[in-house]
């Protein structure tokens, strides 16, 4: 494990080589000292994870292979990060929330509990990029809402809860709470019986 500035562990960690905790970010560059990122008890972080400085991730956390979460992120309890994704800063992840692998999470996102985000899913935050100074504005996933594979989701773009994007789908507009949102771009249809009879 390679740590940087003054991290906070809890107990009963698993932690693979290489590993590395608490990266400066750009405002940290030049300081000798500097608070590092928190990790909850019981959690695991499997090799190439790079957690940067003033990150807090809770409780029971996993990481896959290759995942790099940006300073000022705040993570919940008992969420777990599929190998090759990248958590790009200034976003908030909720409890329980499930990123499978080669997912995007751009700044500025906040994702709900209970949340579960298919691989390969990409979140943008920039409009018309690039723009300079443009307000970059993530989407928002709200609780227990599902994403399936493969799907691109624009800025600002909020996810209702309860809601199902269908895979492949590119979503350019809100979707209400328990609602199908399906194609590119994506459309609304009610719910498929049965699709939230799950237990989760």
Known sequence: MQPYGTNKLGQNLTIFEPVI???PA???LGMESYTGCTIGDNSTLRPGTTIYA???IGESFSSGHNVMIREQTIIGN???IGTGSIIEGYSTIGNRANLQSLVYIPTNTTI???VFI???TVLTNDRYPPKKD???EGPVIYRRARIGANVTILPGVRIGENALVAAGSVVTKDVPPEMLA???PARHKPLPVGANDSNR
């Open 78 to 80: 008992q969420v777990s």
């Open 21 to 23: 905790l608490g990266f």
């Open 112 to 114: 709900g509990d209970d």
């Open 134 to 136: 443009a307000l970059m």
């Open 26 to 28: 750009r405002y940290h």
């Open 54 to 56: 003033d990150v807090t």
């Open 118 to 120: 298919g691989p390969n």
């Open 182 to 184: 399906i194609g590119s």
